[in-house]
């Protein structure tokens, strides 16, 4: 094209209006990332907390289920002598024993007001 006198201011005014209306769109896009960028911070922060809810149930059971599985291996080991088993009463009170190391633990928990 052939430049003629006068379409020159034209065309740089154009230009500066298209300048504008890239920055505007930057900026936007800056916007949007920043909204995005936050979305997506909520989420990582709400499955971390889902993450620890599940954490805590575990934890939570195997406290309450460990002291008893460490008395019942002691059953598991085949001692020759365990004086409990010839008492009248040894398996009621292991048993006791057992039921007892399996809820002081459920209620420290609940005292403390971990399970909910």
């Known amino acids: 094209m052939a430049e003629t006198p ?3 201011s034209d065309l740089d005014g154009l230009i500066r209006i298209l300048i ?5 769109v930057k900026q936007h896009a800056s916007f949007e990332h920043d909204k ?8 990582m922060t ?3 907390v889902k993450q620890n809810q599940i954490v805590k149930v575990f934890t939570i059971i ?11 291996t002691f059953y598991g080991m085949n001692f020759t002598w365990m004086p409990e088993l010839e008492w009248e009463y040894g398996f009621l ?3 006791l024993l057992t039921l007892i190391a399996a ?14």
């Not at 995005?36 to 989420?43: A, G, H, I, K, W």
């Open 62 to 72: 195997t406290a309450v289920f460990l002291p008893p599985t460490l008395i019942a």
């Open 20 to 24: 504008i209306d890239i920055d505007g």
């Open 6 to 8: 006068g379409h020159e």
């Open 93 to 95: 009170a292991t048993t």
């Open 46 to 48: 709400w499955l971390d």
């Open 103 to 116: 809820v002081i633990p459920l209620a420290y928990i609940k005292q403390k007001g971990w399970l909910r």
């Open 36 to 43: 995005v960028r936050y979305l997506q911070q909520s989420v």
